[in-house]
């Protein structure tokens, strides 16, 4: 089938096209935080924060192949360590991001040592088993005095009354944030201020974790990634040191899945086993979904998923009333008392699995060429056009006689 547009890469209709699409992304970005009510501004902080998470989890499932169902875990270790910094000991919400990170990183670590030895679904129990049991430390009697216990914190023995930024309206409670004297949230009582001031940061940390998740899969170590999750064995014979591979991008994932749960601390001001959705094995299969939708072993594989989620979760919030479901879609969800959300997104995975196996992302990367073809530069060209060389011959007496 012959594609409606074909493009050179380098050319200029090329580079026109992703500007274009560059530029439309950018005033998304910007609309969201400066035109958007604040109950737009939050759906797109909880898009964010997804992001972050299914972007560290499709290191590990994506492009290792190793199943982890307890990433939930690594997000509450984030929050709960911005949580027990800032609340019980002052520190600043800035400083607490990069002792999560190390935390986590180290506790990614030291799972996979022993997950390194397994693999398929047994790695899914492993890690399931770890989703399951960190909300039930966190009650463990003899470390209530750090975590809070049920009730979480801050509590009565907290220093700061607050487990991210103390915004309020009292004297001596943050109301502005200001940048070297510039001020560019305004006055942070208001809630659109508000969760302005959380999107940027949640931008910030979900431009961080694809930077580096970019910078890993297109390094020497993401090639050896790709070479584990399709054989082992080959990948061991070439010399790929499986076990340091796994540990190392097992805890960078865990590390880079701490930033958000940061960002939740920091957002919600409190934090307990039950008052977090995202320290739940539920928020775990959440990640899945987003990466299984969006296309696991992608770059963009997360955000697309992400959006999708959290765009449906949006519009069928208030379908749990047949009058407010459109009519079309009536005959299918109209006799459910809550929300469909869980149900369209079974039936989406179960679609996804015949018609687009390798999620969204990956249905565009096999149907587009039949719309768009690029054709790729040569090999070892530096411009959309190179230089033609001319060959040089070297003769010699013998080749001169003959």
Known sequence: MKPWLTLREGGGSYWAIRATVAVLVLAVVLYIPMRAEA??????????????AAMALNLVLGY???????????????????????????????????????????????????????????LALVTLALGLVFPQILLWPKLTWLTG?????????????????NIGRREGQMQFFKIFGWDPFGDL?????KEAFFYWIALVFTVIVYLVCRGIVK????????????????????????????????????????????LTAMRSGTISPEGIVSLTV???????????????????????????????????????EESAI??????????????PADGIFALLLILLMFVAP??????????????????????GAIGATPAVVPATVTTTPATAES
């Not at 109950?39 to 972050?52: N, P, Q, R």
């Not at 459109?326 to 929300?339: E, M, N, S, T, V």
């Not at 390798?358 to 090999?379: C, E, F, M, N, T």
């Open 39 to 52: 109950g737009t501004i939050s759906t797109a902080v909880e898009a964010l924060v997804l992001m972050g």
């Open 282 to 320: 539920r928020a775990a299969i959440t990640f899945l979904i987003v990466m299984v939708i969006g296309g696991a072993g992608s770059l963009w594989g997360p955000i697309v998923g992400a959006v999708a989620y959290t765009w449906i979760i949006d519009k069928t919030g208030g379908w749990a």
């Open 326 to 339: 459109p009519a079309p879609l009536r005959p299918l969800f109209g006799w459910a008392d809550i929300p």
């Open 219 to 262: 390094s020497r170590v993401g090639r050896s990634l790709v070479a584990i999750r399709d054989n082992e064995t080959a990948a061991a014979v070439m010399g790929v040191n499986l076990v340091r591979t796994k540990a190392f991008v097992f805890g960078i994932s865990a590390g880079l899945c701490a930033l958000p749960g940061c």
């Open 64 to 122: 290792t192949g190793q199943i982890s169902i307890g990433h939930s875990a690594f997000l509450g270790i984030g929050a709960y360590v911005t949580g027990i910094f800032v609340s019980r000991w002052g520190w600043s919400p800035w400083v607490t991001l990069p002792v999560a990170f190390v935390i986590a990183f180290l506790i990614g670590v030291v799972v996979s040592f022993p997950a390194s030895r397994i693999k398929g679904v047994y």
């Open 358 to 379: 390798r999620g969204l992302v990956g249905a565009w990367k096999q149907y587009s060429p039949r719309i768009v073809r690029v054709i790729p530069r040569p090999a």
């Open 189 to 193: 009582r208001r809630p659109d201020a």
């Open 149 to 165: 216990g049920g009730p979480g914190l801050p509590n009565d023995e907290s220093q700061v009354p607050s487990t991210g930024f």
